[in-house]
C-alpha cells in the first residue's frame, strides 16, 4: 500500500496553517544557516517552521516543530517541542525518503533591549535522531529574532 505523504500535501498543509496563523516572527541562525518564520512566540502554543539555507538544493531540509511555553518572564519566554525533520526536496530530485529525523526543543527567546523589544535573542538544544532511530546528535542553535506579534508586557 503507497503512503499518502506527497510534498504538494505538505506544502499544502504548511500554506494553510501559515495563512491561519498569520506568521508572527522571523529568526536567523547565523551558525547553523537556518531560517525560521512562526507564529507568535509569546502565545501559550506556538510553531516554528524552519528552512536550511547553506545546502544543495536536493538535500536541502525543512522543519515543522509545535512549541509550548512552559515559563514566561518579563523579557523572556522559556519553551519545549519537537518535530520532524523533512527532505522535502530530496524526495523529489532524488527520490529520497521525505521523513529525515525527528527533534526534541527546549530553548529561550530573550528580548533585552530596552529600546527594541520585538528583536530577541534565541537559544535552543535540540535532541536529534534520525527516522529509523539509528544516529543522532545534540543540536545546538543560537540566533536573532524579530518578533512582528509581540506583547510588550
Known amino acids: 500500500m503507497k503512503k499518502i505523504c506527497s510534498p504538494a500535501l505538505i ?8 495563512l491561519k496563523s498569520n506568521a508572527q516572527s522571523i529568526s536567523y541562525y547565523p ?14 502554543l506556538w510553531a516554528d517552521f524552519r528552512l536550511q539555507m547553506n545546502s544543495a538544493t536536493s538535500t536541502l531540509n525543512t522543519e515543522v516543530a509545535p512549541m ?33 529525523g525527528f527533534f526534541g526543543s527546549i530553548g529561550t527567546r530573550a528580548y533585552p533591549f530596552e529600546k527594541a ?27 536573532v529574532s524579530y518578533n512582528f506579534g509581540r506583547s510588550n508586557n
Open 11 to 18: 506544502t499544502v498543509i504548511i500554506a494553510l496553517f501559515s
Open 31 to 44: 551558525f547553523n544557516s537556518i531560517l525560521s518564520v512562526a507564529t507568535n512566540p509569546s502565545n501559550a
Open 68 to 100: 509550548i511555553n512552559v515559563a514566561f518572564t518579563r523579557n523572556a519566554n522559556f519553551y519545549v517541542g519537537g518535530g520532524v525533520n523533512f527532505g522535502v526536496l530530496g524526495y523529489v530530485v532524488n527520490k529520497d525518503k521525505i521523513v529525515k
Open 117 to 143: 523589544q520585538r528583536v530577541g535573542i534565541n537559544f535552543e538544544l535540540s535532541p536529534y535522531v534520525d527516522r529509523n532511530g539509528e544516529s543522532g546528535l545534540l543540536r545546538a542553535w543560537f540566533g
